[in-house]
């Protein structure tokens, strides 16, 4: 069996100009956020914790605990609700459409009976609340004329329900069942987020215009606001009370995050300014924030997660970041560190340290734009995108030196370096290969057929290629000539990945008809064949540091992993190892291999039998 043993998350998915939602449970200290179709589970005392839930059919914009932390309400863009247990694999308990666009924005009545949800819709229908069992509706929300942001219940009784939204105002409404009672129009811009204290005495709006306002919970009357003096320079996008409903915690676009003492009268003072960096990216602009008993927690708009400790606010921040996308390369940087690099095609790449999870985010990666293809040797990296760019780029440390690039006439499809050799790079570009030693074009080799997949010999010497034809050509490569030896005919697909085995008596291939295939490199004879156990293509594959295992990763979600010198029937199956697909795999050792897929996650799985 292959059991997982740890998962490094993606981060939420975030979008300019506008603040996310992460929620938590206090009991379990696990907080929620949404990525693509996607709500991630984690448990902040131990971040490799991550559980995925995936069935929403459109992408998750909130997602929501009840207050006793049984269930789960989660909405998507479609305006539909799906409420879920937290135990027994995520039983659906119930899903409603409760508006006609995207929802922004829900919460759970503090008896666990009732959820109003906001957001954007057609009409007067941009707010509704209902019964989470029966989905009937329990009041009206007349008020706005614009999208709405943010929505917030009463967690004591009476009951009430506060909005807010892009038309400027924020909304009273008294109830069960709910009635409009006033607007409160002391804002002058998009009124981004609306919280009730836990006690329910107060509650605070804050707003693009770098205001946040505290009114009673249960007049609506405005009590106080938030100090100028050392206030956000920027739109505040989000604000969380803390446990005790003394102060609260607000995240901005001018990068800081602010916790703020609430005085008796509801005015509010700056106790302390957490500032995340000191670089001057867009993407340290700050967008969610949630206080979760002793944790405090901001996200940028890179989707970089900040925790701080309540206790001891001066302490560094423990960072968690991650993928947003879809992570298509994985490679093990170095095999005595066991140091794990990732990639996705947003130009992302993220070194991962197996027991500890993220360990650091290269930054100078935006001058190779977008990245589809990256191999990695001992003291630099490869890659290339989707112009006919190829980069080679020192390693420095936690850092990239200056990158050299060559133009390699035509979009790369697939590249390998030459490990022992490691400046010979063979690249297969749609009509040939093309040989770089260093940063100079040594041969190009136009082929005669289309070119779909290569892998170039770790001592340079030998060169095989795949084609749309699903044949393999084998080259032998002296210099700078290049020389056909064979052609070897299995697949009935096109190509789709070949690797050599570490101790290069082997090589294993796989095409986009599902199957995979290893062969003897003396012979040329198979190996192991009928590896047929994907329902899907095949997009990579990995093999052990001893040469004795084979791993394929497929659009099917599975992870398999083959025995040499056993039956492909003796294999051993992840089923669902990435939502979306499996598009990257390596192992770190005899007994764990790697996996990265759609779902912007990393994993880790152990094959030693319990």
């Known amino acids: 069996m292959a059991t997982l043993s740890e998962t490094y998350a993606c981060v939420p998915t975030t979008e300019r100009g506008r603040g996310i939602l992460i929620s938590g449970d206090s009991k379990s200290n696990n907080i929620l956020y949404c990525t693509a179709r996607s709500v991630i589970i984690r448990n ?25 932390g049984e269930w789960i309400a989660s909405a998507d863009v479609s305006g539909t609700v799906r409420i879920w247990g937290t135990h027994n694999d995520y039983v659906l308990k119930n899903e409603f459409r409760v508006l006609s666009g995207r929802i922004d924005d829900l919460q759970w009545s503090q008896d666990g009976m009732r959820i109003v949800a906001c ?64 607007s409160i129009r002391d804002h002058s811009n998009f009124v981004n987020c609306v919280r009730f204290s836990p006690d329910g005495s107060k509650f605070i709006t804050v707003s693009s215009d770098r205001k946040g306002i505290i009114y009673d919970g249960k007049a609506g009357s405005k009590l106080g606001e938030l100090s100028a003096e050392d206030g956000h320079k920027g739109s505040i996008y989000a604000v969380s009370w803390s446990p005790d409903s003394k102060q609260v915690l607000t995240v901005s676009a001018d990068k800081s995050a602010k916790v703020w003492d609430i005085l008796e009268d509801g005015s509010g003072t700056v106790n302390k300014t957490l500032a995340c960096t000191e670089s001057s990216g867009v993407e340290d602009m700050l967008v969610g924030c949630l206080w979760l008993n002793d944790h405090l927690l901001t996200v940028s708009l890179g989707g970089t997660i900040y925790l701080y400790s309540a206790k001891d606010l001066d302490k560094s921040p423990l960072s968690l970041s991650g993928h947003m ?115 100079k074009i040594v041969s190009t080799k136009q082929l005669g057929f289309v070119v779909t997949a290569s892998a170039i010999s770790p001592d340079g010497s030998e060169a095989i290629v795949g084609g749309q034809d699903g044949k393999l050509h084998i080259y032998s490569v002296s210099g700078d000539t290049v020389t056909e030896e064979s052609v070897l005919e299995k697949h009935r697909g096109a190509i789709s990945v070949i690797r050599y085995s570490p101790d290069v008596s082997m090589f294993a291939s796989a095409d986009l008809n599902r199957e995979a295939v290893v062969w003897d490199r003396a012979s040329k004879e198979v190996k192991l064949n009928n590896m047929l156990f994907h329902t899907a293509r095949v997009n990579c594959l990995a093999w052990s540091p001893d040469s004795s295992l084979v791993a394929t990763g497929s659009l099917d979600t599975c992870v398999i992993i083959y025995e040499i010198g056993k039956p ?19 192992f770190i050792d005899q007994e764990r291999v790697v996996s990265s897929g759609e779902d912007g996650c990393v994993r880790v799985w152990s094959l030693v039998s319990e």
């Open 44 to 68: 902040l005392d131990n971040p490799l914790q991550v559980s995925v839930y995936g069935e929403h059919a459109y992408p998750v914009t909130v997602a929501r605990y009840s207050p006793n």
């Open 119 to 182: 957001g954007d819709g057609k009409g007067k229908s941009l707010v509704r609340a209902f019964m989470w069992d029966s989905g009937s509706t329990v009041g009206d929300f007349d008020g706005h004329s614009r999208r709405v942001l943010s929505c917030a219940f009463k967690p004591t009784r009476p009951f009430r329900i506060v909005t807010c939204g892009e038309d400027f105002l924020a909304n009273f409404y008294e109830g069960p069942p709910f009635k409009f009672s006033m």
């Open 325 to 439: 996308k879809n992570v298509t390369v994985l490679t093990l940087l170095s095999r005595s560190e066991k140091m794990l690099l990732s990639s996705s095609y947003d130009g992302v790449i993220i070194r991962w340290i197996p027991g500890i999870g993220y360990g650091g985010k290269y930054e100078e990666t935006k001058q190779f734009g977008l990245i589809k293809l990256l191999a990695a040797g001992e003291e630099e990296i490869i890659t290339a995108g989707f112009d006919n760019k190829v980069y080679r780029v020192p390693l420095l440390g936690d850092n990239f030196g200056p990158a050299e690039h060559v133009d390699v006439g035509s979009q790369p499809k697939d590249l390998s370096l030459a490990l022992n050799s490691p400046q010979f790079v063979l690249i297969a570009i749609e009509s040939g290969i093309v040989l770089l030693n260093g940063s």
């Open 568 to 586: 492909a029937a003796n294999r051993r199956t992840v089923k669902g190892a990435h939502l979306g697909g499996v598009y990257g795999l390596t």
